[in-house]
């Protein structure tokens, strides 16, 4: 019997390894499919109910690739060498307990139903390794749809940018297009309207006269350029202060009313003239410069007449009455020349085109050796009477100054054949001072004819304003005076002096 006990265990030991020996040929196979590996480990769970450990199942499900392998091959020699062990103890018991057959049967039931329970369990994870599988590809899917999505906006976008991009170079195309032909537009005008030259401003307004005297009625052409003539804009315009004296139309003036006016012109750019318009009425009074004067035969005068709206455009008529004593060389200008013909008086008339009129007395002296008498008493009564006339007024009186003597009676003889503040030479009366070094601050003259007393000559100076203020002027401090007769006529000369 122990020898067909061993006989039998060494049958099992050699069926086992003939049946493990077959399982490590599948597992040399590079394979990934777990099917294999569970099938070979239930081949080897046929034989004992403890051959696959729970987790060398766990490790060989869930494995994958080399790992799989490695894992799937040690776990199968660990349950080669667990089932040797196996046979071997049930070897030994059965050696010891010759009825085990039932023993045995449960064992091989347990077996089965472990071996159902890690099948079930192998579905059970292939299942949860399917589900994760497909929950793996439908969340792989919907990241794929999504990256589509992704990628169908983005290129949407891109087309969109691309779009943008193409409309913004068409427009920026169109828009240099039509640049381009408006700047050839442009040089098209230009090429067709010839340039325009620089502008020259003006820079003067001339005038043909710049003083125009008019009597009322009268016209005058005032003739108006703008320079320099090649000027971009030659206009101007003008403007009368007062429109009620002169018109001016068409480059004339006319006067209107007596009175003065001014034109003025201007430039487009400011450039001014001016023209002063004078305008007269007729005279209504004439004034002659001597109402009287003494000549020597042979001696000439001349008498000069002002109306009282001036000379201009004003004619005048010279005439004597008494041609054989004095003769009048003009007679239709402002100015007579007296030419002393014979002793005797003629009287001169001057007169306007308008009848206004005025004379002088001429006087033309015998001509004969007549000596001066030195009328020294004359000379001191004149001052006595003037210094009447100062103190009178509170006025200080005058000095006689006998250094003055000499001078006024040089200046009574001058008198004689020429009436005037002048000197016969043609100088001023104050020369006299000069000419004999008096010195002086102020000087005064005063000078009369025809008065046969001092008292009738300081009287009519005292009559006439600007003589009167020269006997009572508070500048004056001395008095010199000289008194010559000539052809019977007296001369009276007043010198004053301040020192």
């Not at 005279?283 to 000439?300: M, V």
């Not at 009129?357 to 020294?376: A, I, L, Q, R």
């Amino acid at each position: 019997m122990k020898k067909e006990k061993v006989i039998s265990l060494i049958t099992a030991i050699l069926m086992a390894t003939a049946i493990f020996g077959g399982c490590g040929g599948n597992n040399s196979e590079e394979s990934g499919n777990n099917s294999d590996n569970i099938q070979n480990t239930q081949t080897v769970s046929e034989f004992s109910e403890n051959t696959t450990p729970e987790s060398s199942r766990d490790n060989s499900t869930e494995s994958n690739g080399s790992n799989e392998k490695s894992t799937t091959d040690s776990s199968t020699e660990s349950n080669i060498n667990s089932d040797k062990n196996q046979l071997g103890s049930s070897a030994s018991e059965n050696e010891n307990n010759p009825d085990t057959s039932g023993n045995t049967s449960h064992g091989q039931s347990n077996q089965q139903q472990t071996n159902q329970q890690q099948t079930n369990q192998q579905q059970t994870n292939q299942q949860q390794t399917n589900q994760q599988q497909t929950n793996q590809q439908q969340t792989n899917q919907q990241q794929t749809n999504q990256q589509q999505t992704n990628q169908q906006q983005t290129n949407q976008q891109q087309t969109n940018q691309q779009q943008t991009n193409q409309q913004q170079t068409n427009q920026q195309q169109t828009n240099q297009q039509q640049t381009n032909q408006q700047q050839t537009n442009q040089q098209q005008t230009n090429q067709q309207t010839p340039s325009k030259a620089p502008e020259i401003e003006p820079n003067e307004i001339s005038l043909s006269t710049y003083s125009v005297k008019l009597k009322i009625g009268e016209t005058k052409n005032l003739n108006t350029t703008v320079l320099p003539k090649n000027a971009s804009d030659r206009s101007y315009s003008y403007y009368i202060d007062d429109a009620s004296v002169i018109d001016y139309l068409n480059g004339v003036v006319k006067a209107k009313n007596p009175g003065t006016a001014t034109i003025s012109f201007k430039t487009v750019n400011g450039i001014t003239a001016s023209c002063k318009v004078t305008v007269y009425g007729d005279p209504t009074g004439i004034e002659l410069n001597q109402t009287g004067i003494i000549l020597n035969k042979g001696d000439t005068y001349t008498l000069s007449a002002t109306t009282d709206i001036g000379n201009y455009n004003i004619s005048y008529k010279w005439n004597s009455n008494n041609t054989d004593v004095a003769t009048v060389s003009s007679t239709d200008y402002s100015t007579a020349v007296i030419t002393a013909k014979a002793p005797g008086t003629s009287v001169i008339t001057v007169k306007t085109s308008n009848g206004v009129s005025t004379t002088c007395k001429v006087t033309v002296k015998p001509v004969k050796n007549e000596t001066s008498e030195n009328y020294e008493e004359y000379r001191d009564r004149v001052i006595e009477l003037v210094n009447n006339e100062r103190t009178s007024r509170g006025l200080p009186t005058l000095k006689k100054r006998n250094d003055l003597f000499p001078l006024a009676q040089t200046r009574a003889k001058e008198i004689c054949g020429h009436f005037e503040h002048t000197r016969p030479d043609g100088r001023s009366c104050f020369t006299i001072f000069d000419d004999n070094n008096i010195q002086y601050s102020a000087v005064g003259e005063n000078i009369a004819y025809g008065q046969t007393t001092p008292e009738e000559a300081v009287k009519d100076w005292m009559n006439s304003q600007g003589h009167r203020e020269n006997i009572l002027s508070k500048d004056f401090s001395g008095i010199g005076i000289g008194c010559y007769k000539y052809n019977g006529v007296l001369h009276w000369v007043q010198l004053f002096i301040h020192e």
